[in-house]
């Protein structure tokens, strides 16, 4: 089996795990993101392993454990979702770093399903900011009569009870989405127009850093890959111009981990399409991702983030918990 990075670590403690979640249920058009993990996995054997902010090479001590995929294979929806939060729930106590490879961006409710056993949540996502990096605010009540669509991740995870959304990248939205931007207080939205204007862009964008650099508390991080320039990434769900630069996203990253009063507690990478004709999507995925862990491995580096219980092996077992089937009534 192809490992993250190629790395080949022991069957010891996990200090971060990938894990691949080959769900796709809702994605518009343009196929594929249920192989995305896999397609991710492979070309980021072609990535560098030295980091300059580390100045090491990854795993820079770490053990980098690529955990066997996801495969729930469950009737509905819903139970599809609990299957994916039983998957993740052992990854999130707090004494490894998790990683989420999708997969569709409608596997973020089942994340912050998960993210509720983190020790610094607290079983009260209020306590969680949530970093969006992403074309459009997937702030949707229901698309086609769906509300777990890909296009309502973000108005879930809100409805979940997260404490904060920090959005950017956003240039595809609908007026329902503008109005919740607007009227939720909670939601930060920083727009493509703006951050990406050739006269006033660099003024928006400090802005953004700075909201960032003030988080404060357990965050998690969830870039839809198509908040990067539809051009660097023709092969997502649903790719779209006007986007963020491979330098933003990457400044972006760097700036949350480093965060003073911030922990990054978890990350996705998501909406990962596989590119026939070149390797450019999964590449410029597994470049992102490989940003994630090194910028997770610099925190912890310098003491801005610490295992928070006693450390185990990767034979983990998931914890009960009250599932989206089960406090919807089932389907
Ligand atoms: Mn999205």
């Not at 928006?204 to 320039?229: F, M, R, V, Y």
Request: aromatic share 6%; net charge negative.
């Amino acid at each position: 089996m192809p490992t993250f990075l190629g790395l080949r670590p022991d069957d010891g403690d996990v200090d971060i795990a990938i894990l691949p979640l080959h769900y796709e249920l809702t994605t518009s058009y343009g196929q594929g993101t249920a192989q995305g993990p896999q397609a991710c996995i492979e070309a980021s054997a072609q990535v560098e392993l030295y980091d300059v902010q580390l100045n090491d090479d990854l795993p820079a001590g770490l053990s980098i454990h690529t955990i066997p995929a996801w495969e729930g294979d469950e009737p509905t929806l819903l139970q599809q979702l609990d299957s994916m939060t039983g998957y993740l729930i052992p990854w999130f106590k707090g004494d490894c770093f998790p990683l989420c490879l999708g997969g569709e961006h409608g596997i973020l409710p089942s994340i912050m399903e998960a993210a509720r056993h983190h020790p610094l949540v607290e079983n009260d996502l209020s306590n969680l900011t949530v970093v969006q990096i992403d074309a459009h605010g997937d702030l949707r009540e229901e698309l086609d009569g769906e509300p777990y669509s890909h296009a309502c991740a973000a108005a879930r995870a809100l409805d979940a009870g997260i404490g904060s959304l920090l959005q950017v990248g956003i240039r595809a939205f609908s007026k329902e989405e503008h109005e919740r931007m607007t009227i939720d207080e909670r939601i930060t939205t920083f727009f493509a127009k703006d951050t990406q204007s050739p006269c006033h862009g660099a003024q928006h964008w400090n802005q953004w850093l700075e909201t960032l650099s003030s988080i404060k508390g357990p965050a998690h991080l969830t870039i839809d890959i198509d908040g990067l320039d539809g051009a660097l990434v023709p092969a997502t769900g649903t790719p779209v111009p006007g986007g963020l630069t491979y330098w933003q996203v990457n400044e972006t990253i760097r700036t949350l981990f480093n965060a003073p009063n911030a922990v990054v507690v978890s990350a996705d990478v998501n909406e990962i399409g596989v590119q026939k004709d070149s390797p450019l999507t999964q590449f410029t995925a597994a470049m992102l991702a490989t940003n994630v862990v090194s910028s997770h491995a610099f925190a912890r580096k310098n003491g801005m983030w610490k295992a928070l219980e006693t450390r185990s092996g990767p034979n983990r077992q998931a914890t009960d918990f009250r599932g989206f089937s089960q406090s919807n009534g089932g389907e």
